[in-house]
């Protein structure tokens, strides 16, 4: 029986198991020099000044928007095609949030309408207000034209570049960096083990600002600060100065996560690789006779490959028929004002972008580790599914 391919799955090896084995016989599992260590890699890989590192992607939105001072005043608007915590992490913080629609092609914000909210949407001018951009499936969000239109308006931007490390595209000949904060006040990373890098868990805000960066860095670990001690008689002195959390990441993840980011440019073309082969054997009937391929750039991460079906009813008829034959796929994403909580809070939410991009999407598997076997075996399927669905 052929073994089951998942959408997604990490890429382990010797290296990385060698790196955190070091840590584990080290005397510091947390709190000692590998986290500094990774945050100054990330910090070069991406181009910024600082990178800070915490315990998950979700802590490092909670951390970005609590550090640029959102509160129970802030309006913070997010496209609902995106893992909740993009706008969980403002609910944290007490603050508002709307929706913007998204492309109904690509499941990307939406520009025209997140001019059309900011328009029709009352919020505190003199509160801190956010938008977050979703670089979703490792596409790059459009950051240029949402910081020209968020400026008009006051608003910051923090991009949620959780899938998409290494992405880039261009924009007038001039070519945007996920991650690269060039328009963006903040971009946040996650390690979880389907994303570009895997610590197991952990996630990283990157800045070009320096005092953000420290005031992270403060509220990551339980607001605690140590003040001077210049005549060296009291060097355990430590106090709370503000509610923060504790939101570190450990030496252990650390460690693991500076192996993976050695190799990320590796998992970038192998995983722009197996995208090729995708557009390259899908393109054609049977599969465009059923579904629709993402579209694809140079600067395409491609942490998701989501197909988009024409007929209503056909994608989940299609996760059931790959499921049986031990193919894993996953919907990307059930709109966050779909869930129940946000349901309950916010009423029923519908819009138009986000309903058609949802009622059509399926990531398929694709991960730097799929073989072109395994690949083949995906494409061979779809075909069987495309022949008794057509």
Not at 141 to 161: M, N, Q, T
Not at 328 to 338: F, L
Not at 359 to 379: A, G, H, N, W, Y
């Amino acid at each position: 029986m052929s073994k089951d391919i998942p959408y997604s799955r990490q890429w382990i090896e010797e290296q990385d198991i060698q790196s955190v084995v070091q840590v584990l016989k080290s005397d510091y599992l947390t709190q000692g020099p590998a986290g500094e260590v990774f945050e100054r890699s990330l910090a070069t890989y991406f181009g910024v000044k600082r990178a800070v590192v915490c315990s998950t992607g979700t802590a490092a939105l909670h951390l970005a928007y609590a550090g640029m001072g959102v509160n129970e005043k802030s309006l913070g608007l997010v496209p609902p095609i995106t893992f909740a915590a993009t706008a969980n992490a403002f609910l944290f913080l007490n603050a508002e949030v709307a929706f913007c629609d998204v492309d109904p092609v690509t499941g990307l914000l939406a520009t025209e309408n997140l001019e059309s909210v900011m328009q029709e949407r009352s919020f505190d001018s003199s509160a801190v207000n956010l938008v977050a951009p979703v670089s979703f499936a490792g596409a790059l969000a459009p950051l240029g034209e949402s910081a020209k239109i968020s400026r008009r308006f006051g608003f910051s931007l923090v991009e949620d570049a959780a899938h998409s490390p290494g992405a880039w595209s261009e924009d007038g000949g001039t070519r945007e960096r996920s991650g690269a904060c060039d328009h963006t006040q903040a971009a946040i990373l996650s390690f979880h083990p389907v994303k570009h890098i895997c610590c197991g868990e952990g996630g990283a805000v990157l800045t070009n600002d320096e005092e953000l960066a420290d005031r992270i860095v403060h509220l990551r670990s339980h607001g605690i600060a140590r003040p001077n001690d210049p005549d060296g008689t009291r060097p355990w002195f430590y106090e709370q100065t503000e509610l923060g959390w504790n939101y570190r990441l450990t030496d252990i993840q650390s460690a693991l996560g500076i192996s993976q980011l050695a190799r990320l440019d590796q998992f970038l073309e192998r995983r722009r690789v197996l995208a090729s082969r995708y557009q390259n054997s899908l393109s054609t009937a049977p599969f465009s006779d059923i579904f629709s391929l993402p579209l694809a750039n140079p600067g395409h991460a491609w942490h998701l490959y989501v197909i988009r079906f024409h007929k209503t009813g056909q994608r989940d008829k299609a996760h059931l028929f790959l499921k049986e034959r031990g193919i894993h796929t996953q919907i990307h994403y059930v709109p966050i004002y779909r869930h129940p909580y946000y349901e309950r809070h916010f009423g029923k939410i519908r819009l138009p972008g986000a309903e058609t991009f949802y009622e059509s999407c399926l990531s398929i598997p694709l991960f730097p580790k799929m073989t072109d076997s395994e690949q083949d075996r995906v494409i061979e399927t779809l075909a069987d599914y495309a022949e008794q669905a057509t």
